[in-house]
Nanobody, 121 residues
Framework: QVQLVESGGGLVQAGGSLRLSCAASGSIFRFNAMGWYRQAPGKQRDMVATITSGGITNYADSVKGRFTISRDNAKNTVYLQMNSLNPEDTAVYYC???????????????WGQGTQVTVSS
């Protein structure tokens, strides 16, 4: 069993930056796909950014060029650097860890408890 704990959320003005961290209670090396998702009130949870164990990244179009995902296997931590934030980025951000091959998730799909990001205009 792996627990994911997010931190780094908060209130920031438009144009500002935040760095989210996701610390895992165990090794993340076995998770070939880790990522950040977000859910705004009344909306579904959407992918923000993902990173493979080999460092290949994927971003939602809405955050490309502004957000950067990274992972530190030695520290069992995944990060999301968010720059040029705007009010549309306001949401609860969730960390995810899984083993995924193509579209198939193998084994457990782990989620953190979420961290609130609020961007004021």
């Amino acid at each position: 069993q792996v627990q994911l704990v997010e931190s780094g959320g908060g209130l920031v003005q438009a144009g500002g930056s935040l760095r989210l961290s996701c610390a895992a209670s165990g090794s993340i090396f076995r998770f070939n796909a880790m990522g950040w998702y977000r859910q705004a009130p009344g909306k579904q949870r959407d992918m923000v950014a993902t990173i493979t164990s080999g460092g290949i990244t994927n971003y939602a179009d809405s955050v490309k060029g502004r957000f950067t995902i990274s992972r530190d296997n030695a520290k069992n931590t995944v990060y999301l650097q968010m720059n040029s934030l705007n009010p549309e980025d306001t949401a609860v951000y969730y960390c995810n860890a899984r083993r995924q091959f193509g579209t198939v998730v193998v084994g457990s799909d782990y989620w953190g408890q979420g961290t609130q990001v609020t961007v004021s205009s």
